[in-house]
């Protein structure tokens, strides 16, 4: 495996044609959800790129959920650079954002978690997370039956609680995608 040197920066406009690209070459093979144009342009802060030249190599966003958690997702690298650290230094740069942010936690689903691993991520029950399917997992063909992995990083561990409670079998975190307190209040 060859390292390549490369910055991240902050996607801008411009940069919508060729994420588009990338991120729906892999949605063609089933690996990632498609977006469109007007979904770039709604979330194209949330994106982040590493180009060599002209040439996009990755891309990558944190989509914020709560105040304290945000999800990776829309990672993708060129196929041909694969293995060269271009997602490594995507992932890296997303989470030193939400370091910035002072966030607890960031997670992704992902068929790749052995990659979420080695850069401190772990497997985690979707419970743990917050409600996301709601927003973006319906649309996708694979909603009924999805085979992604959930992982998560805990950034400030010692302020880290699941952001799901249960009342008589009601989830709070479904209804309102916030962390509540760790000591869950008693409703009567």
Same mark, same amino acid.
């Given at each position: 495996?060859?390292?390549?040197?490369?910055?991240?920066?902050?996607?801008?406009?411009?940069?919508? +044609?060729?994420? @588009? !690209?990338?991120?729906? !070459?892999?949605? =063609?093979?089933?690996?990632?959800? +498609?977006?469109?144009?007007?979904?770039? !342009?709604?979330?194209?802060?949330?994106?982040?790129?590493?180009?060599?030249?002209?040439?996009?190599?990755?891309?990558?966003?944190?989509?914020?959920?709560?105040?304290?958690?945000?999800?990776?997702?829309?990672?993708?690298?060129?196929?041909?650079?694969?293995?060269?650290?271009?997602?490594? =230094?995507?992932?890296? !740069?997303?989470? =030193?954002?939400?370091?910035?942010?002072?966030?607890?936690?960031?997670?992704?689903?992902?068929?790749?978690?052995?990659?979420?691993?080695? @850069?401190?991520?772990?497997?985690?029950?979707?419970?743990?997370? +917050?409600?996301?399917?709601?927003?973006?997992? @319906?649309?996708?063909?694979?909603?009924?039956?999805?085979?992604?992995?959930?992982?998560?990083?805990?950034?400030?561990?010692?302020?880290?609680?699941?952001?799901?409670?249960?009342?008589?079998?009601?989830?709070?975190?479904?209804?309102?995608?916030?962390?509540?307190?760790?000591?869950?209040?008693?409703?009567?």
């Amino acid at each position: 495996m060859t390292q390549t040197a490369v910055s991240v920066n902050k996607a801008t406009m411009r940069d919508i +044609p060729k994420i @588009l !690209s990338l991120i729906n !070459s892999y949605a =063609a093979k089933g690996m990632m959800l +498609p977006r469109t144009e007007f979904e770039m !342009s709604e979330n194209i802060r949330d994106f982040s790129v590493a180009y060599d030249g002209d040439v996009l190599l990755g891309c990558g966003a944190l989509h914020f959920y709560t105040p304290t958690t945000a999800e990776v997702r829309s990672l993708a690298v060129l196929p041909e650079v694969t293995e060269h650290g271009i997602g490594r =230094a995507v992932v890296e !740069s997303l989470a =030193a954002e939400a370091n910035e942010n002072e966030l607890e936690a960031i997670f992704a689903f992902t068929y790749v978690p052995r990659f979420f691993e080695r @850069l401190g991520f772990h497997e985690v029950e979707r419970g743990e997370l +917050p409600l996301k399917a709601w927003k973006d997992c @319906l649309r996708c063909p694979k909603f009924q039956c999805c085979d992604e992995i959930a992982v998560l990083k805990r950034l400030r561990p010692q302020l880290w609680h699941a952001p799901v409670q249960y009342y008589n079998g009601v989830d709070f975190g479904e209804l309102i995608q916030l962390p509540l307190p760790a000591k869950a209040t008693t409703f009567r």
